[in-house]
């Protein structure tokens, strides 16, 4: 499968943004999804992930309360709905899949997904 992330952008903070991240191929139900985020000079971190269902959310505590992660399997799109945004949150955002064994659960672990999007740069200024 291929990703392609999209919807970043500068904002001032308490705006919000939608991320979205348009998916290849027919089998995109079989896929679960996750964002994560990395910000200059610090490692890759995950920020929220959805099963491939849509039953399973999980979100970082930073973004809890803040972010909401949907997906629209007829549109093979999952996307990231962030208000409230903070200058901590500037970052570039990567959308991520994995196939495999349906767990039933949305994967929160980097090193568990197998596909990457190009990530889309979200600025945040106070």
């Known amino acids: 499968v291929q990703l392609q992330a999209s919807g970043g952008g500068l904002v001032q903070a308490g705006d919000s943004l939608r991320l979205s991240c348009a998916a290849s191929?027919?089998?995109?139900?079989?896929?679960?999804m996750g964002w994560f985020r990395q910000a200059p000079g610090k490692e890759r971190e995950f920020v929220a992930a959805?099963?491939?269902?849509?039953?399973?959310?999980v979100y970082a505590d930073s973004v809890k309360g803040r972010f909401t992660i949907s997906r629209d399997n007829a549109k093979n799109t999952v996307y990231l709905q962030m208000n409230s945004l903070k200058p901590e949150d500037t970052a570039v955002y990567y959308c991520?899949?994995?196939?495999?064994?349906?767990?039933?659960?949305?994967?929160?672990?980097?090193?568990?997904?197998?596909?990457w999007g190009q990530g889309t740069l979200v600025t945040v200024s106070s």
């Open positions: 191929g027919r089998t995109f139900s079989s896929y679960d």
């Open positions: 991520a899949a994995v196939s495999g064994y349906d767990t039933g659960y949305a994967r929160t672990r980097l090193n568990q997904y197998h596909y």
């Open positions: 959805i099963n491939r269902s849509g039953g399973s959310t």
